[in-house]
T-cell receptor, first 115, second 113 residues
Framework: ETGVTQSPTHLIKTRGQQVTLRCSSQ?????VSWYQQALGQGPQFIFQ???????GRGNFPPRFSGLQFPNYSSELNVNALELDDSALYLC??????????????FGEGSRLTVL | GENVEQHPSTLSVQEGDSAVIKCTYS??????FPWYKQELGKGPQLIID?????GEKKDQRIAVTLNKTAKHFSLHITETQPEDSAVYFC????????????FGPGTSLSVIP
């Protein structure tokens, strides 16, 4: 069974640039969530994708957007990068249902640094 | 919206002793309370969870308790081992159409051999 994989593992961008992060969900999982984890803090929910549509969103501005593909993989796009966007971005997949009561399987994250 | 608080932020125990982490949540509609362990350089991993219709749950050296009236829940680790050293997150979730899990700020646990 293949776990959740994310790429790239590390990247450095400058303010105003755009970034795309990628995630492959665990085998059999059709739901993908994205979380932002600032240094020393808990993960914060960005949004979730189910059946290629966004079906839930946290308190993040529209410059955070995403996609889910037919194979359930997903992308997180962030436009107009700000210094505060520096964080570990975690992707999590879960089993069908997505009713907030299931285990999240996290990848190891993509560490984004904005200079 | 939901808010989860967690204490202590750091905890250091001797190997073999017990560790207790306490959390509170704000939204009485929350009905699912998972605990995640995050080791350095890795993503969080679920270690135990509890639902609102249960007051206590055990899994070997780990136990969780839930007091819905007080909106408190706790993690208890007995006979701690060095490999228990990690950051632990409590979390709360409301049964909706999506997996919006609200995490606490984390507790860094160090088990001293």
């Amino acid at each position: 069974e293949t776990g959740v994989t994310q790429s790239p593992t590390h990247l450095i961008k400058t303010r105003g640039q755009q970034v795309t992060l990628r995630c492959s969900s665990q085998s059999g999982h059709n739901t993908v969530s994205w979380y932002q984890q600032a240094l020393g803090q808990g993960p914060q929910f960005i949004f979730q994708y189910y059946r290629e549509e966004e079906n839930g969103r946290g308190n993040f501005p529209p410059r955070f957007s995403g996609l889910q593909f037919p194979n359930y993989s997903s992308e997180l796009n962030v436009n107009a990068l700000e210094l505060d966007d520096s964080a570990l971005y975690l992707c999590a997949s879960s089993t069908p249902g997505g009713r907030g009561t299931g285990e999240l399987f996290f990848g190891e994250g993509s560490r984004l640094t904005v200079l | 919206g939901e808010n989860v608080e967690q204490h202590p932020s750091t905890l250091s125990v001797q190997e073999g002793d017990s560790a207790v982490i306490k959390c509170t949540y704000s939204d009485s509609a929350s009905n699912y309370f998972p605990w995640y362990k995050q080791e350095l350089g890795k993503g969080p991993q679920l270690i135990i969870d509890i639902r609102s219709n249960v007051g206590e749950k055990k899994d070997q050296r780990i136990a969780v308790t839930l007091n819905k009236t007080a909106k408190h829940f706790s993690l208890h680790i007995t006979e701690t081992q060095p490999e228990d050293s990690a950051v632990y997150f409590c979390a709360a979730s409301i049964e909706t159409s999506y997996d919006k899990v609200i995490f606490g700020p984390g507790t860094s646990l160090s088990v001293i051999p």
